[in-house]
């Protein structure tokens, strides 16, 4: 395959903290490629600088002749006074001030002032020729059905397209976001965290949208599952600095299955080359060191020349490093007393807000123990329910709560944390300890001192996520509720989540979009829409079989899958 654009020896520093240290990379037309690496890794500059939103401190970055590139935020910006068709129309400035000015005109046809004075409406008219050319000639006409397909293709109806950017969910601001990015036609997408707030209906529609697309692909995402539904390699991206010697940038061929079953046998061949370098390397020492005491302290020459010999093989022995096996994880454990046998009971509840029903005579129980995901479109009412389930008044209905359980709530917006306040504050309001203590603490979530001494608002969203798990580990209740808790953490840190609910004795219900972490946690499924709350027992894949859900399965991830290519 062509290569669309190249990055070479790319160095990148922020307040004397390098970031990105001589990164180069090589993305291939056709190729979708999954950049992975822990939070703060560089992934997100590295974008940024290839979209040109940034200036390298060092290093180059080229791309073929005609090459365009598209670039998605983590976080899109909308325009507040606009529709969702006037945003993506305006993703092509030239057209859309055309077509507003065609409206404008149009309009004032209309007006009894101009439509009863010749010549005023003679002069309207001609701008309005005038205009209508310059719009055809820039495809106006097609670049509006184009935009009206775009966004039909990503879940919006045609009722749709007069609502307010204002009133969006996260997740639709990322769909319009992504139609703008479309209609331009880029031939390199870069997604920065695309799937964040899409729900699973969303997500599929993302899917679809990367494998249609003909050009290259560059995604960062920790959703597992999605990358191996679309990535053809993957490209990790380490923290600068961490191994000397070694790119920060590896790719690997094949989807996250086939990177993680490949990185592993990797650093399974490294560890044994290091034992055996290692073990070559002591033999020859004890052997120099032997020779050297039967030498007669230099005085006998052979022994002398056999012993140096071997001190030349020893400097030229291959040194491999010692692989780090894992990359360093929080030390998240969750303990709790189980408490009630009736964990938590909904009966007949029910909640409107306005003219809108988002909750209809639910009823749930959940039992000591059961490990519940909690599924649905994005405004179905999910968090509501646990607001409800957490003490809320419902409009109807009643709420029941064990008499010997503690709910501990993960928050998806992360409103449980004081932003005034640093991560030691939250701690020792938590726990009684000293300030010594509940920096040692933060350290298990990866906190450094000057981290945990900053004041919440300025974490970044993974760092919150983390501030919030360390909290529940302090609290151990043993009814967890939480609310999207993969959405800011990387793949090691969701990860650890998922092994720490595996050994958890209380009992949890989550709203979860990450179809990875449902299949490893939940034992069934709830999904949440039209008011209405439908159970799935037997877990994640038994909801997708039975349910709507239609997606690729993703390749196992405990064995390496046959090659996939791009058709």
């Known amino acids: 395959m062509a290569i669309a654009l190249y990055v070479a020896e790319l160095t990148k520093s922020f307040g004397g903290r390098r970031v990105l240290e001589g990164v180069s990379w090589e993305l291939a037309d056709g190729e979708t490629v999954g950049l992975i690496g822990p939070n703060g890794s560089g992934k997100s500059t590295l974008l940024k600088l290839i979209a040109g939103l ?18 998605l935020p983590q976080e899109p910006v909308l325009g507040p006074a606009h529709t969702i068709l006037e945003e993506v129309l305006a993703a092509h400035a030239q057209l859309a001030t055309l077509d507003a000015e065609l409206r404008l005109l149009e309009a004032r046809m209309g007006e009894p002032a101009v439509y009863e004075d010749a010549v005023a409406l003679e002069r309207v008219m001609e701008a309005h020729a005038r205009a209508t050319e310059q719009f055809e000639r820039h495809d106006g006409r097609g670049y509006r059905g184009r935009v009206e397909r775009t966004l039909r293709r990503l879940g919006f109806d045609a009722a749709d397209f007069d609502r307010s950017t204002v009133g969006l969910s996260g997740g639709e601001k990322k769909l319009v976001a ?25 997500k599929g529609l993302l899917e679809r949208v990367i494998a249609d697309h003909r050009g290259a692909v560059a995604i960062i995402s920790h959703d597992r599952y999605l990358l191996d539904v679309v990535a053809d390699a993957i490209a990790e991206v380490e923290m600068a600095g961490r191994h000397p010697g070694r790119p920060q940038l590896s790719v690997f061929p094949g989807n996250y299955s086939e990177f993680m079953f490949e990185k592993r046998l990797a650093l399974e061949q490294q560890e044994k080359l290091h034992l055996v370098q290692q073990r070559e390397a002591e033999r020859l020492q ?11 302290n230099g005085q006998n020459e052979k022994m002398v020349r056999r012993w140096k010999s071997m001190e030349k093989r020893l400097d030229k022995l291959p040194r491999t490093e010692r692989p780090m096996m894992e990359p360093r994880r929080m030390g998240l454990t969750l303990t709790a007393e189980r408490g009630s046998k009736r964990v938590l009971e909904l009966i007949d509840v029910s909640r409107s807000f306005g003219e809108r029903e988002v909750l209809r005579n639910v009823n749930l129980l959940l039992l000591a123990g059961e490990r519940v995901g909690l599924v649905g479109p994005n405004g179905a009412g999910k968090s509501v329910l646990v607001t409800i389930a957490l003490g809320q008044p419902p409009d109807s209905g009643s709420v029941k709560l064990g008499p010997s359980i503690e709910a501990g709530y993960y928050a998806q917006e992360h409103e449980t944390l004081d932003p005034a306040l640093s991560a030691v504050d939250h701690v020792r309001r938590g726990r009684t300890m000293t300030e010594g203590d509940a920096v040692a603490f933060l350290g298990r979530f990866l906190f450094d001192f000057d981290m945990a001494r900053k004041p919440v608002r300025t974490l970044s969203g993974g760092e919150k996520s983390r501030l919030q798990l360390a909290l529940l580990m302090l609290q151990q209740p043993n009814l967890l509720l939480l609310d999207e808790p993969t959405n800011n953490l990387d793949v090691t840190s969701s990860e650890v989540l998922e092994d720490a609910i595996d050994e958890y004795p ?36 038994e909801y997708r079989a039975r349910d709507r859900v239609t997606e690729p399965e993703p390749s196992p991830p405990a064995r390496a899958p046959a090659r996939r290519r791009r058709a």
């Open 54 to 71: 940034d200036d390298a401190d060092s290093g180059t970055i080229s791309a073929q002749p005609g090459v365009t590139i598209g670039y």
């Open 178 to 202: 992504l139609a703008r990015l479309l209609v331009t036609e880029p031939s390199v997408l870069l997604l920065d965290e695309p799937d964040n707030h899409l729900d699973l209906a969303g």
């Open 286 to 296: 004890h052997s120099i060191q032997r020779l050297k005491d039967f030498s007669s």
């Open 506 to 541: 209380g009992t949890m219900l989550a709203i979860s979009h990450d179809r990875y972490f449902l299949e490893r946690v939940a034992g069934r499924v709830l999904e949440l829409a039209d008011a209405r709350l439908t159970e799935y027992p037997g877990g994640y894949a």
